[in-house]
Structures are given as structure tokens and as C-alpha cells.
């Protein structure tokens, strides 16, 4: 029998994490005395890994200093986690889905820009971490859309590219995944529009968790 690999971005998809992303990334422009991004664009990088988001973000900037956004934003991610200030809720249904199937025999794996230690907080904060067989970050790989950290959840899950769903909420994760022949599959709740998931080749876009449940299942 086939092994079933479903593998999810996190940010956007899993957990809102949007006003964390944001809060964190106007503190780090800030200690580097710069002017705030607009937060539509914040939002728009959400998936990327953090040096390509912040090349994006403050094209302007020398090197070192979008080395030190990259920085600055780390420790203020890590600020609001001590302090426990930090938000990233599941969108509604998600854990349901998660333990559904697990439970059916889907090996779980997440492909996110996050790094280790942000990931596996969030997954534990949400009691979640026994789920995943996979996790694959920036810290281990080049950003979306390449697909290594793909690549690399189908070689621990041991899954084919037919028998493997890559779930997402941009275009990023889309084709990441179209590169190397895996289904895609969008989400509407999350930082890029349905429109830009379709066109990037999803097959389409859950509306919902129990919709995703079934497009997932095929």
C-alpha cells in the first residue's frame, strides 16, 4: 500500500499568525530606525524565509542592515513568545482535520519559512507536535518556492510525488510543489487570493477545513 503524505505551509494555512508577523517585523524596522513596511506587503511575504522576505521588504537597505532586520525580528519573535504575548491561533477546524487524518493513516509533515525552534513551539503550544512525521523549515533550506524542504518531507515520509498533497495559502507554496509534480492545494483564509492560487496551478481552493478534508482525500 502507498504511502498518503499530506504536507501543510503553517503561517496561513494552520495558525493565524498575521498579527504577529506584522508586530514583530514594525519592531525590527524600528531598532534599525527605519520606516515600517505597509502591512499588506508584510502580508504578502508571509512563506518566504526571513532574508528573502526582508530583501523584499527593504530592497533599499545594505546588506548588513537587512542582515540586522533578519535579526532584529528574530529576538522580537522570541520577545513576544517569553513574555507570552505571542498569537497564532488555529483557524477554525484545523485540529480536527489534523487528527483525522492522522488517524486514517495520512503521514503529516509542515514545509514552512519558519524556523525550527518557531515551528516546533507553535505545534507544541497547540499540542500538536505527535502528528507530524515531518517538518521541514527555512533554517534547513532554500525559500520557497524552491522545492528542497518538499523534497525532503516526501524522503522522510517515504512518499511518491503522486501519493503526496501540498497545502497552502500562496503562491510560494503552490509552485513549490507544482516544480516537482506534487497535487496543490490552496486555501482561502490565508495571505495570497484564490485567484493567484488557481493561476499558480492549485487544483483548488478549500473554502474551508472540512472542504480541504476532501479535496485532501481526493
Known amino acids: 500500500m502507498s504511502i498518503r503524505l499530506a504536507v501543510f505551509d503553517c503561517d496561513g494555512t494552520l495558525v493565524d499568525g498575521q498579527a504577529a ?7 525590527a524596522f524600528a531598532e534599525n530606525a527605519l520606516p515600517a513596511p505597509d502591512r499588506h506587503d508584510v502580508r504578502r511575504i508571509v512563506g518566504l524565509s ?30 513576544a513568545r517569553l513574555e507570552g504575548s505571542l498569537r497564532e491561533p488555529l483557524f477554525d477546524g484545523i485540529e480536527a482535520l489534523l487528527r ?7 503521514v503529516l509533515g509542515v ?38 524542504m518538499l523534497e525532503a518531507a516526501m524522503a ?10 501540498m497545502v497552502g495559502d500562496t503562491v510560494y507554496d503552490i509552485e513549490m510543489a507544482k516544480a516537482i509534480g506534487v497535487r496543490a ?28 478534508g476532501e479535496l485532501i482525500r481526493g
Open 156 to 165: 522522510e515520509g517515504f512518499a511518491l510525488a503522486p501519493d503526496t498533497v
Open 21 to 27: 508577523v506584522c508586530t514583530a517585523m514594525e519592531c
Open 100 to 106: 483525522d487524518l492522522h488517524k486514517t493513516g495520512w
Open 185 to 212: 492545494i490552496g486555501v482561502s483564509w490565508g495571505y495570497h487570493e484564490e485567484a493567484e492560487l488557481l493561476a499558480a496551478g492549485a487544483v483548488a481552493v478549500a473554502q474551508n477545513a472540512t472542504e480541504l
Open 50 to 79: 526571513l532574508p528573502q522576505a526582508i530583501r523584499l521588504l527593504a530592497p533599499f537597505a545594505e546588506s548588513e542592515t537587512q542582515a540586522n532586520i533578519v535579526e532584529a525580528y528574530k529576538s522580537a519573535f522570541r520577545q
Open 111 to 148: 514545509a514552512t519559512g519558519k524556523s525550527d525552534r518557531g515551528l516546533k513551539s507553535c505545534l507544541a503550544t497547540h499540542g500538536l507536535s505527535d502528528l507530524f512525521t515531518t517538518l521541514q523549515t527555512a533554517d534547513r533550506h532554500p525559500s520557497k518556492p524552491n522545492p528542497e
